[in-house]
């Protein structure tokens, strides 16, 4: 079943004169098609200024398509009285934690959403419990925030978005200000959440290797989707997605010149264990 069905979605930003007048407008998303399924793993790549983040923002209902329709679960992000339902079935994690953190202790910020949402006291605390255990950060519960590393204050944030139970969660670029532990830390997490809780995940990232256990990969550019498939058929074109200004998997570069200069390997190599067995098995055939 599709969670998340959009059917030619754009969205201008309206520039405004002094006086309230529309000076200008800029396309930013451009006759978007987009299915997810329940319960799928999809990133969505783009350089900066491609409309990735603006697409995410509009699974959430934070922006309404100037056109088209989009559906989350069934409910049209236009119809108004449907937009709580909409933002407690897509919960959303942004770049910076800090801007989604806002108890002074682990658990009663986990839980702040929720008791927002009127869930009964006993209820809340299971869900903080689940929540922070599901997440890696149910030792951490009393320490204060502030006091956690980059990557840890994420996974709190994800831990509150996870309490109030969504079915979908669209991460916009989560791993953009952590070191690469912290990533590393982030990555694990949100693959666990959907193998184990069958979390529908949508992650916008820059970070190529985060991708690769995608279920479908999404590649936007100009506000258009310009590429769409698994990660092996996506990072088998090398070429196109330079011309994208992106880039591949390390091991899929390295893979792609070694082909390039006439070593028989096969496309669509996407990490480093795949490399070294393709290697190994030109050497014997040479």
């Not at 529309?22 to 790549?45: H, N, P």
């Not at 990557?151 to 670029?173: F, H, N, S, T, Y």
């Not at 912290?182 to 992650?203: A, D, F, M, P, S």
């Not at 011309?243 to 990490?271: C, M, N, W």
Request: net charge negative; with cysteine.
């Amino acid at each position: 079943m599709n969670i998340i069905k959009a059917r030619k979605i754009a969205f201008d930003y309206l520039k405004m004169d002094e006086e309230g007048k529309v000076e200008s407008r800029s396309r930013a998303v451009d006759d978007v098609d987009l299915d997810v399924q329940e319960g799928d793993f999809v990133a969505i790549l783009g350089h900066n200024g491609s409309g990735k983040s603006t697409l995410a923002k509009h699974i959430n209902a934070i922006l309404l398509p100037t056109e088209g329709t989009l559906f989350v679960d069934g409910k049209d992000t236009q119809d108004e009285s449907k937009l709580w339902e909409i933002r407690q079935t897509a919960g959303m994690v942004f770049q910076n934690p800090d801007n989604q953190i806002i108890g002074t202790i682990v658990d009663e910020d986990v839980g702040f959403g929720p008791e927002n949402m009127g869930v009964p006291q006993k209820e809340i605390w299971e869900r903080v419990e689940e929540s922070l255990k599901a997440v890696g950060m149910w030792e951490y519960r009393s320490h204060s925030p502030n006091k956690l590393s980059g990557g840890q204050k994420q996974r709190v944030a994800i831990a509150g978005v996870v309490a109030m139970r969504p079915k979908c969660i669209v991460l916009d670029e989560p791993t953009a200000m952590l070191d690469p532990n912290g990533r590393k830390e982030v990555i694990r997490t949100v693959r666990e959440l959907n193998q184990k809780e069958h979390v529908t995940v949508l992650l916008i990232t820059h970070y190529m290797e985060e991708v690769i256990h995608a279920d479908k990969v999404i590649v936007m550019d100009q506000g258009k989707i310009v590429m769409q498939g698994t990660p092996r058929e996506v990072f088998s074109h090398v070429e196109e997605l330079k011309s994208y200004r992106l880039d591949v998997p390390q091991a899929t570069l390295v893979a792609h010149e070694l082909r390039k200069a006439g070593i028989d390997l096969p496309e669509g190599i996407l990490s480093n264990e795949e490399l070294v067995e393709a290697l190994q098995k030109a050497a014997e055939q040479s």
